[in-house]
């Protein structure tokens, strides 16, 4: 697909180079390490049919504040993430995985 001639408007083709490009590429990364804890976080919550309400009474945090981590607008600083965890019968854990087996 290419633009329909918009100035500043990516084709997919600009888009493609913008993500060969080092500053793209990092700021793709930061935002996957805002997504995943939360996406983590919600997926947990609703395997246990747990409401972002509940979560907040359970956690700490009002519920705009669960929101917002689940949708990855927020990361709080150590050691709020590990309520989350405690208040979902779970663990915190952090893990290392080798960029050949990242998906």
Do not use: K
């Not at 669960?66 to 927020?74: I, L």
């Not at 208040?87 to 915190?92: E, F, K, N, Q, S």
Request: proline share 11%; aromatic share 2%.
């Amino acid at each position: 697909m290419r633009g329909d001639g918009m100035a500043g408007r990516l084709t997919w083709g600009a888009e493609d180079q913008a993500l060969d490009d080092p500053d793209a590429h990092a700021a793709c990364e930061a935002a996957r390490l805002r997504v995943e804890p939360g996406r983590a976080v919600r997926e947990r919550r609703e395997a246990l049919g747990t409401s972002q309400a509940g979560l907040a009474r359970a956690a700490g945090p009002q519920q705009p504040a669960v929101a917002r981590f689940e949708a990855g607008g927020t990361m709080p600083p150590p050691p709020l993430p590990d309520r989350p965890a405690t208040a979902l019968g779970a663990r915190l854990r952090v893990v290392f995985e080798p960029l050949d087996r990242a998906g």
